[in-house]
């Protein structure tokens, strides 16, 4: 079993709190130091994510990714405006305003959210996809700073292109070379202006991003169900942008909602520390969500989002639902709700998602596409509706609307949250209740993932693996029925293996992010066979580290 910190759900002292002022002066007079593989620019899963006290997330790195990001959209003729915000971390704050440098020097057009308004990722896609249907030419891209869910320490940079969803990894591959190009020059090259005369361009307009959002609400949610229920729901923003969204969303639906913590604050001191003793804002955790979790008997709902809010938590009397468990029935939901839907829309989910989702598919008959880790392998199937739903199983999540269009290409925590309060309104039963509805016919599963340290010799012999190279027979005392190191949805290497029988399954696959190795481990047959399941993942992982 995973081991969790002793302090794990409790709240943090004045004494565990990030240093600010230190952290953000380090973000503009410390320098990376390109000679040093951790301290050049480096886009994994989420984009370039770091810290300014690592000399990983700097100024520096910031000009020159954003240069790097003007040259792909010269290269490419996207000379429509490109929409840039950012989330609650303090660093978010400063890249924002290095980045808006470089982007006016370059003669883009921004558009920016109102002066002391934060930016949701979900917000930024639908914005870039409204702008963009119809169009061919003058198309939007856009910036979000963010680095999710991650510490207060980190700072993070994704780059959304016209299809609104995250970079494809060969646009992030050019992006990343191009930028640690410019930092071996010590950034010769990069255009810079001054942030008063970048804030003061007729290049820089500001856009509504949730006022846009909030009016659209009703192509892709059933508001009036909502509203009419009169379903108590309780949020917590986690401190992120998610906060300014939701007193319009209660004022403009008349629904009931109470935002249980209004705080902005860099330090994230009203975030319980995590399952390994950090502050993490993740939504999906019962560590960080043990502050909203005693008070879910005052809510018929409770509901959270992760600081830039493209994840969802989602409370009900039973306590936090495991994100799998919601997604599954948020699937069974859709597909039963959504009748304009394309008839061969499937069930968009990565491989390391529940296979709940599977027998679901087969249930509601549709199809399930199956992709690597990563939401941007959603995006084309949610832009030409080979998906009606997008899934991972981090809490991340996306679907189209009701007639069948995209409403976002990146994850969108809000949308999922109001999904809950309407399969709650519509169904009489909260979606802990639906999915024990749910399991009593397809089977419950038990699911859990264990982290092993990882090198670049674990990732390289990951990565080769074949699987013809995989000599299991047994997987937990049940025959193997198949062995992958591709994606069956769309055939794209996987970085590792993932190996199913009948009653269950396992996956490895390295961190696009940190050292270390993921193992997923999913059961239909209960706790005993699951940790046999884990000892046959990580005696494979062992044999495959000695040979």
Not at 90 to 116: C, H, K, M, W, Y
Not at 137 to 162: C, E, M, Q
Not at 168 to 196: F, M
Not at 326 to 341: E, G, I, K, N, Q
Request: charge should be negative; include cysteine.
């Amino acid at each position: 079993m995973p081991v969790v910190h002793a302090r794990a759900g409790e709240f943090p002292t004045p004494e565990d709190l990030e240093n600010i002022p230190v952290l953000v002066s380090a973000y503009f007079t410390e320098y990376p130091n390109p000679a040093v593989p951790a301290q050049r620019v480096s886009f994994g899963t989420s984009g370039h994510r770091g810290s300014s006290l690592l000399q990983t997330f700097n100024e520096e790195h910031i000009y020159a990714i954003t240069q790097a990001v003007c040259d792909y959209r010269k290269a490419n003729g996207i000379d429509g405006p490109l929409f840039l915000g950012g989330d609650t971390h303090a660093l978010s704050e400063a890249a924002f305003r290095s980045a808006l440098e470089v982007l006016v020097a370059n003669d883009v057009q921004v558009r920016i959210a109102p002066t002391g308004m934060y930016t949701a990722t979900p917000a930024i896609s639908h914005a870039i996809l409204s702008w963009n249907a119809g169009r061919v030419t003058a198309l939007a891209d856009g910036i979000v700073i963010t680095p999710s869910h991650n510490p207060p320490r980190d700072g993070g940079f994704k780059y959304n292109p016209p299809h609104g969803g995250p970079a494809e990894t060969h646009v992030t591959d050019l992006i990343e070379k191009n930028a640690n190009a410019y930092l071996e020059k010590g950034n010769r090259g990069v255009q810079l202006t001054h942030l008063r005369a970048a804030l003061s361009s007729p290049l820089v307009e500001e856009y509504d991003f949730i006022g846009s959002y909030v009016a659209d609400l009703p192509k892709v949610l059933n508001m009036k169900a909502i509203a009419a229920s009169g379903l108590r729901l309780g949020v917590d923003p986690l401190g992120g942008a998610s906060l300014q969204m939701w007193e319009p969303i209660a004022e403009t639906y008349g629904i009931d909602i109470t935002v249980v913590n209004k705080a902005v604050d860099p330090t994230f001191r009203f975030v319980p520390f995590d399952k390994d003793g950090k502050i993490r804002m993740d939504c999906s955790s019962p560590y960080a969500m043990s502050g909203l979790l005693h008070m879910r008997d005052r809510f018929d709902l409770a509901v959270a989002c992760d600081p830039d809010s493209d994840r969802h938590g989602i409370v009900t009397s039973q306590g936090l639902m495991n994100p799998n468990h919601f997604l599954s029935v948020a699937a069974w939901y859709l597909f039963r709700t959504r009748d304009a839907w394309p008839v061969d829309a499937g069930i968009g989910k990565t491989l390391v998602t529940s296979a709940l989702l599977d027998r679901v598919g087969q249930d509601i008959k549709r199809p399930v596409v199956e992709v690597p880790v990563g939401f941007k392998w959603f995006v084309p199937y949610l832009l030409n509706g080979r998906c009606g739903l997008g899934c991972e199983e981090s809490a991340g999540a996306s679907f189209l609307c009701f007639d069948g269009s995209p409403w976002s290409t990146d994850k969108d925590g809000p949308l999922m949250c109001l999904l809950a309060a309407e399969m709650m309104a519509v169904e009489q039963a909260s979606p802990s209740e639906l999915y024990e509805k749910l399991t009593a016919r397809l089977g419950s599963p038990v699911y859990q993932r264990l982290d092993a340290p990882a090198d670049d010799q674990v990732r390289a012999k990951l990565k080769a693996l074949t699987p013809e190279s995989v000599d299991m027979k047994e997987l937990g005392g049940s025959p193997v029925t198949e062995v992958i190191t591709r994606a069956p949805g769309n055939d794209a290497p996987i970085g590792g293996v993932k190996v199913s029988s009948a009653d269950g399954w396992f996956a490895v696959r390295p961190s696009g992010t940190e050292p270390i190795c993921k193992v997923y481990t999913e059961s239909f047959k209960g706790e005993e066979h699951l940790n046999d399941m884990q000892k046959d993942a990580i005696d494979f992982l062992d044999r495959l580290l000695k040979s």
